[in-house]
T-cell receptor
Framework: AQKITQTQPGMFVQEKEAVTLDCTYDTSDPSYGLFWYKQPSSGEMIFLIYQGSYDQQNATEGRYSLNFQKARKSANLVISASQLGDSAMYFCAMRDISGSARQLTFGSGTQLTVLP | DAGITQSPRHKVTETGTPVTLRCHQTENHRYMYWYRQDPGHGLRLIHYSYGVKDTDKGEVSDGYSVSRSKTEDFLLTLESATSSQTSVYFC?????????????FGPGTRLLVL
């Protein structure tokens, strides 16, 4: 079964608007971490934001916030005030106890395009 | 930025030849990982290391071997490259295996097997 599901292969957003990228996850472990990475066209993987399963508050990092709904097993990334430089592939990933050395399990990604 | 380099950054090779990719870190992190990225699959773990000479398999380890003789270096070897191993390979590091620990990635190596 898919542990991380990203149902939006591609998304478009107008510059300066907010956008939400969806991510649902599946784990039976009580302790896990959820991560979002950005991969621009240049190819590197850039860490954006982290949410722990025991965190009471949603994580925020500048223009990035994570809408964490534990009961629904969702961890959506919200980007506020989109910029042209936000155009990239975005990956949701999870690290739980069951994986090898707590490996990261990735979703298939969402390609975000910011329109001028 | 985490100090992670990968070499080579690009490589073209022929089926049946051995290939070694190198990951070098300057962070002194204990854990190192090799992932491959293919369209539609995100990143998948090949092998990982939890210390010098300590390595183990990931979910897509067939056809790959690894070695770690120094904390800072983690080598991935394709013993006899096949076209199905054409991919982008990423090295990652983390300080621990705690679920909250972030993994930081190197710049990637694009490998084409003809």
């Amino acid at each position: 079964a898919q542990k991380i599901t990203q149902t939006q292969p591609g998304m478009f957003v107008q510059e300066k608007e907010a956008v939400t990228l969806d991510c649902t996850y599946d784990t039976s472990d009580p302790s896990y971490g959820l991560f979002w990475y950005k991969q621009p066209s240049s190819g590197e993987m850039i860490f954006l934001i982290y949410q722990g399963s025991y965190d009471q508050q949603n994580a925020t990092e500048g223009r990035y916030s994570l809408n964490f709904q534990k009961a629904r097993k969702s961890a959506n990334l919200v980007i506020s005030a989109s910029q042209l430089g936000d155009s990239a592939m975005y990956f949701c990933a999870m690290r739980d106890i069951s994986g090898s050395a707590r490996q990261l399990t990735f979703g298939s990604g969402t390609q975000l395009t910011v329109l001028p | 930025d985490a100090g992670i380099t990968q070499s080579p950054r690009h490589k073209v090779t022929e089926t049946g030849t051995p290939v070694t990719l190198r990951c070098h870190q300057t962070e002194n992190h204990r854990y190192m990982y090799w992932y491959r990225q293919d369209p539609g699959h995100g990143l998948r773990l090949i092998h990982y290391s939890y210390g010098v000479k300590d390595t183990d398999k990931g979910e897509v380890s067939d056809g790959y071997s690894v070695s770690r003789s120094k904390t800072e270096d983690f080598l991935l070897t394709l013993e006899s490259a096949t076209s199905s191993q054409t991919s982008v390979y990423f090295c990652a590091i983390s300080e621990s295996d705690y679920t909250e620990e972030t993994q930081y990635f190197g710049p990637g190596t694009r490998l084409l097997v003809l």
